[in-house]
């Protein structure tokens, strides 16, 4: 590939690699636990809405949607911190927590109904051309995105497991740009997942 059609690629999809930059520094401040992630989420969001809606990869487009709403939710929660144990005591950054079984039953349970009316609203309706991987990944992804706004440490582990499917889905509509950077997310969702054990092994 020539220096010219390089440019010419760069032109003609800004918005991907202007999703990918956001996305990368957007992973990087979530394995510091950064709240700055939040806002970098914002706007990988914003990009990767119109990348998703001209692959008509119209699931992601609309998780990208809630990407973008839960990133506003999450800023909020995480902002907010640690109750004060006294009055002049100052509030302390939002701990990193394990997933009880009560929600995780209840995530996998709201998981597992969403996937069915997902995947046929997807198939029959908006016509995707990959609605099975469209459906895994737009459910799951919602689920780990709550659990990462609720700052629980479990949402590597479903991170990990989508990204590679997302991956793999990306290359197949020939969203290159978009399928190394989910690539590099599964990677570094396990040293997310890596780093905040340790954070909890230390706040212990």
Known sequence: MTYAAILDWLGNNWEEVAGVVTGLAYLFFAVRQSILLWALGILSAVFFIVVFFRAEVYGNMVLQTYYLVMSIYGWIHWAKGTKRTSEHSPKGPLPVTRLS????????????LAFLPVYFLLR??????????????????????????????????????????????????????????YAVYATVAILGFLAWKKTMQVAS
């Open 101 to 112: 079984l009560r929600p995780g039953a209840i995530a996998l349970l709201v998981s597992l």
């Open 124 to 181: 029959d309706i908006v016509h995707s051309p990959v609605p099975f991987l469209d459906a895994v990944t737009s459910v799951l992804s919602m689920t780990a995105t709550w659990m990462l706004a609720r700052k629980i440490i479990e949402n590597w582990l479903v991170w990990i497991a989508v990204d590679a499917v997302s991956s793999f889905m990306y290359y197949s509509r020939e969203l290159y740009f978009t399928a190394f950077l």
